[in-house]
């Protein structure tokens, strides 16, 4: 199996390929590759590839896992209380 075929990013199927490739190009934080590959971007918000970005930008820099710092982790949607849907305060501008 080509381990560059390797899926890191099951929600947005960013490929060990494309995480290695950002990091050649010199984004180095798991933010960064974020933002140019859109791994951790999809309905897990990054709670399984993070990890697996962390430890490649660790292995292809050379620096140590605890200085790597994860992305932030933030949800798709805004909660809304349950009192709001049972008032029905939310309008279309709302949503």
Same mark, same amino acid.
């Given at each position: ?7 890191? +990013? ?33 309905? +897990?918000?990054?709670?399984? +590839? ?46």
């Amino acid at each position: 199996m080509d381990e560059n075929k390797v899926i890191i +990013c099951r929600c947005e199927d960013v490929t060990l390929k494309e995480i290695r490739n950002a990091i050649r190009e010199g984004f180095t934080t798991v933010e960064e590759i974020k933002r140019v590959t859109r791994s951790g971007m999809g309905p +897990c918000q990054g709670k399984t +590839c993070g990890l697996l970005i962390a430890k490649e930008i660790s292995q292809m820099t050379g620096k140590p896992m605890e200085e790597i710092e994860l992305q932030n982790i933030r949800p798709p949607y805004g909660g809304i209380t349950f009192e709001e849907v049972t008032k029905g305060t939310i309008t279309e501008n709302d949503k």
